[in-house]
C-alpha cells in the first residue's frame, strides 16, 4: 500500500520544472511523479522513463483484426455460406480487403485505447489523488512520497530543492481517505529548513484562495 | 524549447496578457456562465427543426418509404444524397486532427476539438438515412454478420453497401475514441476548477478520474500519434467506399474510376466549410477571436481552394473521359447532367464548388472573415447540389425513355433533411455548453511557442541580438541576416 503522505513541488514554467527534475536527479532524490496540465516535450525522458509499448500493443491488436477478417468472411464466402455469383470465385480477395482494412484500424484503435485506459487507471468513477487542483490548469508539480520512514534530513533536502530551483509554493500533502475523491489535508511548507508539519488541518480550497488573495 | 518559430510568423494565439490561466478560463468560462441568449434561440430553432425531423423520420418507418418522391426510376435521392453530404462532412474533424497532427501542423489545436465533435455529429446523422431508407427499421441488424437462425444466412462481402457498414461503423468509434480521448484531460481540467459537489462529480466521471502525470501525457501522445496515424487512411478509405456504393454499379454517369480520389476531395472540401460555417459563430459567440483567429480561418481558406480545385478538376475530367470514351450512353449521361433538365442543379454545383472559391487566391479574401462565412455555406450548397447531380441526373433518364420521369422531393423528404441539420445543430450546440470547445492542453502546449506574449519575447531577444550584431559587424549586415539565424 503506498503512502498517503506526498511533498509538493509547484512550478509556474515547464523549464523550471525540467530544471528542477535535474537537480533531484544530480542529487539522488528519487522523484515520484511529475504532473503537467499539457504534455511536455522531454519530460519523461528527464525522468528516465521507458518508451511506452503502447503501439506495440496497437500493432498486435491491429494484425489481430486483419487475421480475424480475412479468415471469417474466406470460411463465410467459401466454406459456410457459398453463392454462386455468375461463376465468379467464391474466394474473391480483392472485395474482402475493404473490411479487413476496415477492421484492422477498429481493433488497433479500440484495443489501443482500452490499453490506454487500463494502463493509465482511467475509468468513469476513478478515484484520483489530485495533489493540487491548478495542476491542470497553470501550475507543473513534482511530487515526493514519503512515509515514517523517510528521514526529516531527507524532506529537507526535498523542500530545499524545490525551493532553491523555483518553485513557487511547496507543501506537504496528507490524503485522508482513499475512497474521498476530493479530502485532503495541504501544509504550506515555510522556509527552505522548516519540514512540512502539520500547522492546521485547512482543506486545499482554503489554502488555494489564501494564495490567489495573496498573489493579487 | 521543443521547437523554433520564427518571430515575424503570425501567433496562432493572439491576444495580449495571455497566460495560462487565461486560457482555461477563456475556455473552460463558456461552460460555468449561464448560455447567451443567442444560445437559446439556437437550440430552440435547433429542437424545433430536429423535432420535425423525428416526426417525419416516424411517419416514414409507420408509413413506409412511398411517403418520399421516389419513382420509378429515381429510387435513391434525398436520402442517399443527404447521407453522402453528412458523411463527406464528417471528414474535415479527423483530417484537421489526424492528418494536421502527422505533419505537425500546429494550428489545428485551436479548431481540432470542435471540428472532430461536428464529425461525429455528422456522421450520427449520416447513419441515420441508411437505417431509415431500410424501411423495415427494427430489421436494421440483419446488416451485421452474426451466427443465425435464418439459414445461417451470411451477408455479401462483396457488395460495396456492406463495405459501407463496416467503414462508417468504424470511422464513428474510432473517431469518437480519438475525439474522447483528447477529452478526458480537459474534463479533468473543468473538474478541478468545478465549484459544487455534484459538478465535480460528473466531470470527473467523464475525466475519468485524470491527473495529468508523466506516464500518463507520454502514453496520451503516443497514442494519439497511433490514432492519427491509423485514422488518416482511415478517412481516406470511408469516403472512397462510399464512392464505390456508385462506382460499382453499372448506371452510366457512376460507373468511373475518379470517383474515389474526387469524392475524397470533395468530401474534405465540405467538412472544411462546415467547420468554418460553425467556428466562425462559435468564436464571435464564445468570445474564442484570441484561440480561433483569422489565420486560421486563412489556413482552413488555403485547404477549401485547393480541394475546391481539385473538384474542379474532377468535374471537368469526368465530362472530357465520358465524350473521349465514345460511348453513346457515357456521353448522354454528361451531357444530360450539365444541359438536360436539372441544368439548374449543375449550374448551383458549379458555381458554388468551382468559382466562388477561386476567390481565395487573393489574400484580403481568404482573410475576410464575413466573406469566408458567406463562402462556406455557398460550398455546402454546392457540396449538396454535386451529390444531388451525380444522383438524380444519372438515374431519372434511365434505359427506357417510358420511363423517363422528372425527379421532385415530397414534404417529408424535405422534413427529414432540415430534421437531420436541427439534430445536428442540437448536438453542436450542446456540446457547445457542456464540453471544452477547444482542447486546452493542446493550446497550452504551443503557448510558449507561437503565442502574441511568446512573440514579445522572443522579439526582444532578436532586438539584442541584431544590436550586439550590429556592434560587431556594421549596421549594412544587421538587418539582413539576423532574421535567418535560429537564435
Same mark, same amino acid.
Given at each position: 500500500m503506498a503512502s498517503n503522505k506526498y511533498i509538493v513541488g509547484l512550478f509556474d514554467h515547464e523549464d523550471k520544472l525540467i530544471q528542477a527534475i535535474r537537480a533531484c536527479k544530480k542529487e539522488n532524490v528519487e522523484i515520484t511523479d511529475a504532473l503537467t496540465p499539457f504534455p511536455v516535450h522531454g519530460l519523461e525522458d528527464e525522468l528516465g522513463y521507458q518508451d511506452t509499448r503502447l503501439h506495440t500493443t496497437g500493432f498486435m491488436f491491429g494484425i489481430t483484426g486483419t487475421f480475424v477478417a480475412l479468415s471469417v468472411m474466406t470460411w463465410i464466402m467459401t466454406t459456410n455460406y457459398p453463392i454462386n455469383f455468375g461463376g465468379k470465385p467464391n474466394f474473391a480477395l480483392p472485395s474482402f480487403i475493404p473490411i479487413t482494412f476496415e477492421l484492422t484500424v477498429l481493433f488497433a484503435s479500440v484495443g489501443m485505447v482500452m490499453v490506454y485506459c487500463i494502463r493509465n487507471g482511467l475509468f468513469p468513477g476513478a478515484v484520483p489523488r489530485i495533489l493540487d487542483e491548478r495542476i491542470t490548469d497553470d501550475r507543473f508539480a513534482l511530487s515526493f512520497e514519503v512515509d515514517e520512514n523517510t528521514t526529516q534530513e531527507h524532506m529537507d533536502k526535498i523542500v530545499s530543492l524545490l525551493k532553491g530551483n523555483g518553485a513557487v509554493e511547496v507543501s506537504a500533502k496528507e490524503f485522508t481517505e482513499d475512497t474521498e475523491i476530493f479530502e485532503v489535508e495541504t501544509t504550506e511548507v515555510e522556509g527552505s529548513s522548516s519540514a512540512p508539519k502539520p500547522k492546521s488541518s485547512r482543506k486545499k480550497k482554503d489554502a488555494s484562495e489564501d494564495d490567489s488573495k495573496s498573489k493579487s | 524549447?521543443?521547437?523554433?518559430?520564427?518571430?515575424?510568423?503570425?501567433?496562432?494565439?493572439?491576444?495580449?496578457?495571455?497566460?495560462?490561466?487565461?486560457?482555461?478560463?477563456?475556455?473552460?468560462?463558456?461552460?460555468?456562465?449561464?448560455?447567451?441568449?443567442?444560445?437559446?434561440?439556437?437550440?430552440?430553432?435547433?429542437?424545433?427543426?430536429?423535432?420535425?425531423?423525428?416526426?417525419?423520420?416516424?411517419?416514414?418507418?409507420?408509413?413506409?418509404?412511398?411517403?418520399?418522391?421516389?419513382?420509378?426510376?429515381?429510387?435513391?435521392?434525398?436520402?442517399?444524397?443527404?447521407?453522402?453530404?453528412?458523411?463527406?462532412?464528417?471528414?474535415?474533424?479527423?483530417?484537421?486532427?489526424?492528418?494536421?497532427?502527422?505533419?505537425?501542423?500546429?494550428?489545428?489545436?485551436?479548431?481540432?476539438?470542435?471540428?472532430?465533435?461536428?464529425?461525429?455529429?455528422?456522421?450520427?446523422?449520416?447513419?441515420? #438515412?441508411?437505417?431509415?431508407?431500410?424501411?423495415?427499421?427494427?430489421?436494421?441488424?440483419?446488416? #451485421?454478420?452474426?451466427?443465425?437462425?435464418?439459414?445461417?444466412?451470411?451477408?455479401?462481402?462483396?457488395?460495396?453497401?456492406?463495405?459501407?457498414?463496416?467503414?462508417?461503423?468504424?470511422?464513428?468509434?474510432?473517431?469518437?475514441?480519438?475525439?474522447?480521448?483528447?477529452?478526458?484531460?480537459?474534463?479533468?481540467?473543468?473538474?478541478?476548477?468545478?465549484?459544487?459537489?455534484?459538478?465535480?462529480?460528473? !466531470?470527473?466521471?467523464?475525466?475519468?478520474?485524470?491527473?495529468?502525470?508523466?506516464?500518463?501525457?507520454?502514453?496520451?501522445?503516443?497514442?494519439?500519434?497511433?490514432?492519427?496515424?491509423?485514422?488518416?487512411?482511415?478517412?481516406?478509405?470511408?469516403?472512397?467506399?462510399?464512392? #464505390?456504393?456508385?462506382?460499382?454499379?453499372?448506371?452510366?454517369?457512376?460507373?468511373?474510376?475518379?470517383?474515389?480520389? !474526387?469524392?475524397?476531395?470533395?468530401?474534405?472540401?465540405?467538412? #472544411?466549410?462546415?467547420?468554418?460555417?460553425?467556428?466562425?459563430?462559435?468564436?464571435?459567440?464564445?468570445?474564442?477571436?484570441?484561440?480561433?483567429?483569422?489565420?486560421?480561418i486563412e489556413s482552413m481558406n488555403k485547404i477549401i481552394v485547393l480541394t475546391g480545385s481539385i473538384v474542379g478538376v474532377a468535374y471537368i475530367t469526368e465530362l472530357v473521359i465520358a465524350w473521349y470514351s465514345g460511348y453513346l450512353y457515357e456521353q448522354y449521361a454528361f451531357a444530360n447532367r450539365a444541359t438536360g433538365e436539372y441544368w439548374w442543379a449543375y449550374a448551383i454545383m458549379m458555381t458554388c464548388n468551382v468559382i466562388t472559391p477561386q476567390l481565395y487566391w487573393i489574400k484580403k479574401f481568404r482573410r475576410n472573415i464575413a466573406l469566408t462565412f458567406i463562402l462556406s455555406i455557398f460550398v455546402n450548397i454546392g457540396m449538396w447540389f454535386e451529390r444531388f447531380v451525380i444522383i438524380v441526373t444519372s438515374l431519372h433518364n434511365d434505359f427506357l425513355p417510358s420511363s423517363w420521369l422528372y425527379f421532385l422531393q415530397s414534404p417529408v423528404d424535405v422534413a427529414i433533411y432540415i430534421g437531420t441539420l436541427g439534430i445536428f445543430m442540437t448536438l453542436f450546440l450542446l456540446f457547445a455548453r457542456a464540453f471544452p470547445v477547444i482542447a486546452i492542453a493542446e493550446v497550452k502546449s504551443i503557448y510558449s511557442i507561437s503565442s502574441a506574449e511568446a512573440r514579445k519575447h522572443q522579439l526582444e531577444k532578436h532586438k539584442k541580438f541584431e544590436e550586439d550584431y550590429k556592434e560587431s559587424f556594421g549596421a549594412e549586415y544587421a538587418k539582413k541576416d539576423v532574421y535567418d539565424t535560429n537564435y
Open positions: - | 524549447m521543443s521547437h523554433y518559430e520564427s518571430p515575424i510568423r503570425e501567433p496562432l494565439i493572439q491576444g495580449e496578457n495571455i497566460t495560462y490561466t487565461k486560457i482555461t478560463d477563456d475556455i473552460v468560462g463558456t461552460t460555468e456562465k449561464a448560455p447567451p441568449l443567442s444560445w437559446w434561440i439556437g437550440f430552440l430553432i435547433s429542437a424545433t427543426c430536429a423535432g420535425i425531423g423525428v416526426v417525419a423520420i416516424l411517419w416514414t418507418i409507420w408509413q413506409g418509404i412511398g411517403t418520399w418522391g421516389l419513382n420509378k426510376t429515381v429510387n435513391w435521392a434525398w436520402d442517399i444524397t443527404n447521407f453522402v453530404w453528412w458523411v463527406g462532412i464528417g471528414h474535415a474533424g479527423t483530417l484537421i486532427s489526424a492528418v494536421l497532427l502527422l505533419f505537425r501542423q500546429k494550428w489545428r489545436t485551436g479548431i481540432n476539438r470542435a471540428a472532430e465533435a461536428m464529425t461525429i455529429f455528422a456522421v450520427i446523422c449520416a447513419g441515420l #438515412f441508411p437505417l431509415i431508407h431500410m424501411g423495415r427499421l427494427w430489421m436494421g441488424f440483419f446488416i #451485421f454478420p452474426y451466427p443465425n437462425t435464418r439459414g445461417p444466412l451470411w451477408v455479401n462481402f462483396n457488395s460495396p453497401l456492406l463495405w459501407d457498414v463496416f467503414a462508417i461503423s468504424t470511422y464513428l468509434t474510432v473517431s469518437l475514441l480519438f475525439w474522447y480521448s483528447g477529452l478526458m484531460p480537459d474534463f479533468a481540467t473543468i473538474r478541478d476548477r468545478a465549484k459544487g459537489k455534484v459538478r465535480k462529480f460528473i !466531470y470527473n466521471a467523464l475525466s475519468f478520474g485524470w491527473t495529468g502525470t508523466a506516464k500518463q501525457w507520454q502514453r496520451f501522445e503516443s497514442l494519439s500519434l497511433i490514432l492519427a496515424g491509423l485514422a488518416t487512411p482511415l478517412v481516406l478509405s470511408v469516403h472512397t467506399i462510399v464512392s #464505390f456504393d456508385f462506382a460499382t454499379s453499372v448506371i452510366p454517369g457512376w460507373h468511373t474510376t475518379i470517383f474515389p480520389p !474526387y469524392f475524397v476531395a470533395g468530401a474534405i472540401f465540405s467538412g #472544411f466549410a462546415m467547420v468554418e460555417t460553425l467556428m466562425i459563430i462559435t468564436r464571435k459567440v464564445l468570445k474564442l477571436e484570441n484561440y480561433i483567429t483569422v489565420g486560421h
